[in-house]
C-alpha cells in the first residue's frame, strides 16, 4: 500500500459513510474520510491527518453536488458540537443512520440479522424537551452555548434549531443577570466562577418548564433578584432550581439541588401515562419519537408473553410503565434515588398496581433478584451510551430470561454486547432503527434477543 503525504490533493467519489457521517472514499487502497461529503459526490481533497489506521482528508472543491445536499439552517453548523449533519436531506440523513446501525451489526457483533426499518421524526426542529448549555467566559464576559466538538472550546449562541426558544430565552437571562452583577462563569481549571452549566426541561404535554442552574456556589443575597428576573423574563417557567455542584470534571448534575421556587418536577404525558420528572432523573429527549420506540420496545416484550418484566436502568419508570399492561409484574431498578422516587410516584398516579422499583444499580438489581429466586420472563434494557458491564450480562444470563429487550442509544455498544449475549445462548431476532436525533448523527434502536 502507498504511503500518502499532508497535503496532497486528489479527486475521489465519495462510496459510503463512516459512523460519524463522514464521506468515505478510497485512494491508493485506503479509506479516507472526508467531513461533510455525501455519497456520490465528486470532490477535490487534500490530505490533513494520515496515521497507521486512518486518513483523514478535507473537501476543498466540490466538483459533482449530490442531490440529497442542503443548507444548513443553523448559523454555528460546522463549529459547535450538536448537529452534525444539517447538509443532509432528511431522507438521506435517515438512510445514512439505518445503515449505520446495520454496520455496526454486521461488522462490530457479528450478525446476520439486520435491522428492518428506520422510524423516522415527525419534527426535525425544536423537537429537544431538555436542554443542556455550558457556560464560559468569552470576550470577557458569561455566554451560554455549546462545546466545540471533542474541546471545552465555547461556541455561544443565541438560538438552537434543535432546543426550545424558551430554553434559549431562559439561559439568555441566565448569563445577562450574571454580566449585570459582574459573576464571572465558572473556570475548570481554577475552580473559581459561579455557573457551569444551564440544563433546562419542559414538558411537551402540559406547562411545566424547570430551570436548573448549576452552580459551584449560590448566589447568596442575588438570589431572590436572580429568581425574579428569570419569572419576568421567562413567565411560563414553573420551577427554578439551583444545584450546587462543587465536583472536579465534566459531570453536570451533581451535589445538591435547591428548589429556588415553585416545582422542581415536570408533569408529562408519554403513551398515554402521565410522569413526574424531576432533574435528576432520565426522560428521553424527544417525546414524539420516544413513543414509537417504547411501541416498539413493547410489541417486542410481548412476544414472549411475559409474566415478570425486569427493568434493569428504569429511570422515571418510564418503559417499564408503559410494558406493565404486557405482563403479570414489573419491577424496575435504578441508581439514582430521586428516578426511583419518580418511577414509584408515577405507577401510583397511574394505578398501576403491578410495578414495583428497586435503588440499585443493573448488576445488583440482577443479583437480588436472582437471590429472591425470582427468574425474569423478558428482562429490559436501556443504558447509558457505554452498554452494559459484562458483570451485568452475567447476572441477566443468570435469570435466565425467556428474552432480552435492549433499548440503545449507541450502536456500537449495542453490537458489542450482542456479541457478548450470544455467548450465554441469546440470539438476535428483531432490531428497529429510531430516529430519535434529528440533524445529528446519533440513532436509537430497540433489539429483541431471545433463547
Known amino acids: 500500500m502507498e504511503n500518502f503525504m499532508k497535503n496532497e490533493k486528489y479527486t475521489v467519489t465519495i462510496e459510503s459513510y463512516s459512523s460519524e457521517g463522514f464521506g468515505v472514499c478510497r485512494v491508493k487502497g485506503r479509506a479516507v474520510f ?3 461529503a455525501l455519497v456520490g459526490e465528486l470532490w477535490e481533497i487534500r490530505i490533513v491527518k494520515v496515521t497507521s489506521s486512518v486518513v483523514y482528508a478535507r473537501g476543498e472543491t466540490l466538483l459533482q453536488p449530490s442531490p440529497a445536499r442542503i443548507s444548513p439552517l443553523c448559523p454555528h453548523f460546522g463549529r459547535c458540537g450538536g448537529c452534525d449533519i444539517c447538509h443532509m436531506s432528511y431522507e438521506e440523513e435517515l438512510r445514512f443512520k439505518l445503515g449505520r446501525v446495520n454496520d455496526a451489526l454486521r461488522h ?26 455550558a457556560v464560559s467566559e468569552f470576550n470577557g464576559q458569561p455566554a451560554f452555548g455549546f462545546y466545540r466538538e471533542r474541546s471545552h472550546e465555547l461556541i455561544p449562541i443565541q438560538s438552537c434549531a434543535l432546543q426550545s426558544e424558551l430554553s434559549c430565552r431562559a439561559a439568555e437571562a441566565v448569563v445577562l443577570f450574571m454580566r449585570q452583577l459582574h459573576l464571572p462563569a465558572y473556570d475548570e481549571e481554577s475552580g473559581k466562577g459561579t455557573v457551569r452549566h444551564i440544563f433546562f426541561r419542559q414538558a411537551e404535554n402540559g406547562p411545566g418548564a424547570v430551570l436548573c442552574i448549576v452552580s459551584a456556589r449560590g448566589f447568596g443575597a442575588h438570589t ?7 419569572r419576568d423574563t421567562c413567565p ?5 432550581v439551583l444545584n450546587i455542584n462543587k465536583s472536579r470534571g465534566n459531570t453536570i448534575l451533581s451535589g445538591d439541588f435547591y428548589t429556588l421556587w415553585g ?9 398515554g401515562l402521565s410522569f413526574s420528572v424531576s432533574p435528576q432523573a432520565f426522560f428521553q429527549v424527544n417525546p414524539g419519537q420516544t413513543e414509537k420506540l417504547y411501541a416498539c420496545a413493547a410489541e417486542y416484550a410481548s412476544q414472549l408473553s411475559p409474566k415478570l418484566l425486569v427493568d434493569l436502568y428504569c429511570g422515571a419508570g418510564t418503559i417499564g410503565l408503559c410494558m406493565a399492561r404486557h405482563a403479570q409484574r414489573v419491577i424496575g431498578a435504578e441508581i439514582v434515588p430521586e428516578a426511583v422516587e419518580n418511577a414509584a410516584e408515577n405507577a401510583r398516579r397511574n394505578g398501576i398496581e403491578n410495578a414495583e422499583f428497586l435503588c440499585a444499580d443493573a448488576g445488583e438489581a440482577a443479583r437480588e433478584l436472582f437471590k429472591r429466586g ?11 451510551r457505554k452498554g452494559l458491564d459484562v458483570a451485568v450480562i452475567e447476572a441477566i444470563a443468570a435469570m435466565q430470561p425467556k428474552g432480552l429487550v435492549y433499548v440503545s442509544c449507541n450502536v456500537a455498544s449495542l453490537a458489542r454486547d450482542i456479541l457478548r449475549l450470544n455467548e450465554f445462548g441469546y440470539a438476535l431476532r428483531h432490531a428497529t432503527a429510531v430516529d430519535m436525533f434529528p440533524r445529528t448523527r446519533h440513532v436509537e434502536t430497540a433489539a429483541l434477543l431471545s433463547r
Open 236 to 240: 411560563e417557567l414553573t420551577g427554578i
Open 224 to 230: 431572590q433578584a436572580l429568581v425574579q428576573a428569570l
Open 263 to 271: 416545582s422542581e418536577l415536570i408533569e408529562d404525558r408519554l403513551c
Open 374 to 384: 425470582l427468574n425474569a420472563d423478558v428482562v429490559v434494557v436501556d443504558p447509558p
Open 34 to 36: 472526508v467531513a461533510r
Open 108 to 133: 462490530i457483533g457479528r450478525q446476520s440479522v439486520q435491522a428492518e426499518r428506520i422510524l423516522g421524526g415527525d419534527r426535525t426542529e425544536h423537537y429537544r424537551n431538555k436542554a443542556v448549555f
